[in-house]
């Protein structure tokens, strides 16, 4: 992997938090706080996407459009898939 150092300055409290939770977890300080932040940023990036989601099906145009295409497929008769 591609590193480069950085420097932050953080509370001596919180450095003392994550040097306790990095040893109980068995990895260096900089992989824990790497693996903490890629959550962090997967989390953020997640919860965007269902926002969007959210906005787009609120639609009641768009939800009632896509109840009834779910409806017509339920109803084509055919239980192993269509035919092509």
């Given amino acids: 992997m591609n590193t480069k150092k950085i420097a932050i300055t953080v509370p001596k409290d919180l450095v003392m938090t ?7 977890s068995g990895v260096s300080r900089s992989k824990f706080i790497t693996d903490i932040l890629k959550e962090k940023i997967s989390k953020d990036k997640n919860d965007k996407i269902k926002a969007a ?5 609120s639609d009641e145009t768009i939800a009632e459009e896509q109840l ?17």
């Fill in 68 to 84: 009834t295409t779910a409806r017509e497929f339920e109803s084509s008769g055919k239980e192993e898939g269509q035919e092509w």
């Fill in 18 to 24: 994550i040097d306790l939770l990095s040893i109980e």
């Fill in 53 to 57: 989601f959210d906005r787009v099906f």
